[in-house]
């Protein structure tokens, strides 16, 4: 699939994994320093690139709490596709279904959590991340089922992951 923009046009783009030398920092508009972030050698670094750009982040993580589980840390978009002026309208979706992706590819499927996303989500994006099918757990516990997370890679990563 491709990144759509604020006129509709869309825009090949590509994920990969990302180490520090292509981290953002904060002081260049970012909520998050990345590259502080990326100390942590447990967690895994996607950023999704379009026109040659970094356009978002994502950091995930396999944790053991009895079976593995993969757990969404961050995610952010880049700071020129922020709001109504903001380039492309579709980063945050891509990088929600890449992170389910990443959950089905990295977990065994006899595991009980496999497919599924979990992560914290500040109170006022609990509502924006329902729009993508999450579903609100206790507090600010969210998750994305394999159901959600096999429609949001239909939606966004259709022709991605062929």
């Known amino acids: 699939m491709k990144l759509m923009d604020k006129s509709g046009v869309e825009f090949e783009f590509y994920l990969q994994q990302i180490n520090k030398a292509h981290a953002p920092l904060k ?4 909520n998050f320093n990345w590259k502080d972030l990326m100390n942590n050698k447990k967690k895994l670094f996607f950023g999704l690139f379009a026109l040659g750009e970094l356009q978002g982040l994502v950091s995930l993580e396999v944790q053991l709490l009895g079976n593995p589980m993969m757990f969404m840390h961050q995610i952010e978009i880049a700071p020129h596709n922020i709001g109504s002026k903001g380039k492309f309208k579709t980063v945050a979706g891509a990088l929600l279904a890449y992170s389910c992706y990443q959950s089905a590819l990295l977990l065994d499927t006899t595991n009980p959590y496999f497919g599924y996303l ?3 989500s500040k109170t006022n994006l609990v509502s924006h991340y329902k729009k993508y099918g999450a579903v609100q757990s206790v507090g600010s516990k969210m998750y994305l089922s394999p159901d959600a997370g096999k429609e949001l890679m239909e939606r966004y990563l259709q022709d991605y992951l062929k």
Do not use: S
């Open 27 to 30: 002081k260049d508009g970012w």
């Open 118 to 120: 979990v992560f914290d």
